[in-house]
């Protein structure tokens, strides 16, 4: 099997679609760091980050909590890799990764306990607010469309 596919700004590159999108993020990251708009700090992860949609997607990911079907024919076998109760040591390793500094990482975990993320799959399944889950539903039922 290959290696996987690396995520960059939430999307997977070398697809048409996605590098040009690639492209665009790109370039508006590179502007708003030139105009002062942005530091090299990640700051306090939350809902309203606008990297959050790139930490869910490493989060959920392979090198997240890898979530994917046991049996590939049966949509009930989700499964994913967590070490429950207290545990945020991904969220924290893909914090550090993004360029948070630990005490930026100590506020994310503790934004993330008063959501109800007390580990990393429930950082997936708790913090997430309603409009993030929305667009998710939505981007998966405009994936299976195109899919038919």
Not at 16 to 37: C, F, M, S, T, V
Not at 75 to 86: N, Q
Not at 108 to 121: A, K, L, T
């Amino acid at each position: 099997m290959g290696k996987p596919a690396r995520w960059i700004f939430g999307y997977r590159p070398f697809s048409q679609g996605n590098n040009r999108i690639l492209r665009r993020r790109i370039r508006l990251h590179q502007e708003a760091k030139a105009e002062g708009r942005m530091s090299d700090s990640l700051g306090t992860m939350t809902t309203e980050h606008p990297r959050w949609s790139e930490f869910v997607e490493k989060l959920e990911g392979p090198e997240g909590c890898n979530f994917h079907r046991k049996n590939p024919a049966d949509p009930d076998s989700i499964t994913w890799e967590c070490a429950a109760g207290r545990d945020k040591t991904i969220a924290s390793r893909l914090l550090k990764q993004m360029g948070a500094t630990d005490e930026e990482i100590a506020q994310s975990c503790q934004y993330f306990e008063d959501h109800g993320g007390f580990c990393d799959c429930e950082i997936l399944f708790n913090v997430m607010d309603d409009e993030t889950r929305r667009r998710r539903v939505r981007r998966t039922r405009q994936h299976r469309r195109r899919k038919e």
